[in-house]
């Protein structure tokens, strides 16, 4: 049944008074109509491992000691009252498209521990590997097409973004840096000299082998296996996913835009892979890891390179009508110590830290949360992990609070009890 207001529910008493329309008549109405479609919401994930610092890019504190502020300037941004760093000039000038959220917080300090942390919404045991959220959404809601549903370029960056307990057949799809001379993703084409008909009549003598092997496997190794074979021949076979890997065919103009980078260039490729139908694909951007002479490694490179990258990316998304579709989420494990230390670089700081997201009907040019004048805790709207990956669940349209078995007979949620934020549903 539809959604009335009181307004409307008066309406249509007032039509049934004068005898034009009776609520019940609304009611069957409703019910013949055609339930709304719903939008299946892709994800892009810019993954930038190693802690990038808030106070030098999504929260400055220009006002701060000089023990703690960033050489950087803080710039106003088409968003009217958000500020970022001014080595941001083209993001800033997208600001209405995203929002920031500068209250998120965690205690796991170290890389491998952060990682699983953000990557899963749990906070790490040693006795269970959590899937990471893009493997959740592979079991969940499956194959879209020809494309593997979860892609990681150029790879996945490390257990915390596989699927633990859930088996190897749901890890992400890696495809390599596109950033290079002849781009190709390995073994898309048969080798040189094997023609189909010798590749079926391989695949018909692998299937009497396994057939004997399957009875007594209890591991689930040969399953496992059997769905990477799947995938692998689906792909050798779909011209429609082949093409999609073309980075080449994109205009030499739009690629100078994104950035001859890696993360440039894997921007843009993320965007042919959702634009063929993949749910999700994680771009990581490695070396974040600031703790010397961090200054002049962002200013330099990484932050020209972001810059252009995730600019680029929201305005390719919004011209080609996809950005209404597409979550885009630009995280780090944990962000950096406000305080400069003695090698002028900064150190881990799960305490407070920034991530930002677009698209997907979410509004932009909002901040949420704060951190205190030193960037150091959170000062309001605190928002903990397992929320913010409940979040992404809910919009995905997942059941934010179901349990798997875990590989040691436990069940376990998909997070820590994670409850969603309701500011990034509208």
């Known amino acids: 049944m539809g959604y009335f207001t009181r307004r409307s529910f008066v309406k249509v008493g007032s039509l049934s008074t004068f005898g034009f329309l009776g609520l019940g008549d609304v009611l069957r109405m409703q019910a013949q109509s055609p339930a709304p479609v719903r939008k299946d919401i892709s994800i892009i ?29 803080a710039l106003e941004t088409k968003a009217s009252g958000m500020r970022i760093s001014a080595e941001l000039p083209k993001i800033a000038a997208q600001a209405n498209k995203f929002v920031i959220i500068r209250s998120l917080t965690h205690k796991q300090a170290a890389h491998e521990a952060a990682k699983n942390m953000v990557q899963s919404g749990h906070n790490p045991l040693p006795t269970i590997q959590f899937p990471s959220v893009q493997t959740v959404v592979a079991k969940e809601l499956g194959k879209p097409g020809e494309l593997p549903p979860v892609i990681a370029i150029p790879g996945a960056s490390g257990s915390w973004d596989k ?10 799809f890696d495809v390599g840096s596109p950033n290079v001379e002849n781009y190709k993703v390995r073994d898309l084409d048969l080798p040189m000299g094997v023609d189909w008909s010798r590749v079926d009549r391989r695949r018909s003598l692998l299937s009497l082998v396994d057939e004997k092997f399957r009875k007594m496997d209890t591991s689930g190794i040969l399953e496992n ?22 980075i080449e065919e994109e205009p030499e103009a739009l690629r100078d835009k994104y950035g001859r980078t890696s993360l440039g260039q894997g921007s843009l490729l993320a965007r042919r892979m959702i634009e063929a139908g993949a749910r999700f694909v ?43 579709t597409t979550l885009v989420i630009v995280s780090s494990e944990f962000g950096r110590t406000p305080e400069i230390n003695h090698m002028a670089g900064r150190d881990h700081w799960p ?37 913010f990956i409940a979040s992404i669940y809910k919009k995905l349209g997942i059941h934010y609070q179901k349990e798997y078995m875990s590989n040691i007979g436990r069940p376990v949620k998909l997070t820590d009890d994670g409850k969603p934020l309701e500011f990034l549903m509208v």
């Open 163 to 172: 699927a633990g307990f859930l088996g190897t057949q749901y890890n992400p």
């Open 225 to 246: 296996m059997d769905a990477y074979y799947q995938m692998a021949f689906q792909l050798m076979h779909s011209e429609k996913a082949k093409k999609a890997f073309r």
């Open 282 to 324: 994680t771009v990581s951007s490695g070396n974040w890891d600031h703790h010397r002479d961090i200054f002049p490694a962002l200013k330099n490179d990484f932050l020209p390179e972001l810059d252009r990258a995730y600019s680029s990316l929201l305005e390719d998304l919004q011209e080609r009508g996809m950005l209404d």
């Open 351 to 387: 305490s407070c830290f920034s991530v930002v997201l677009a698209g997907a009907g979410i509004t932009g040019g909002r901040v949420w949360g704060s951190s205190d004048e030193k960037g150091m805790f959170v000062r309001d709207n605190p928002v903990q992990v397992p929320d």
């Open 45 to 73: 994930h810019l993954w930038l491992t190693g802690g990038v610092s808030h106070l030098d890019t999504w929260d400055p504190k220009p006002e701060a000691d000089a023990r703690y502020r960033s050489p950087f300037d």
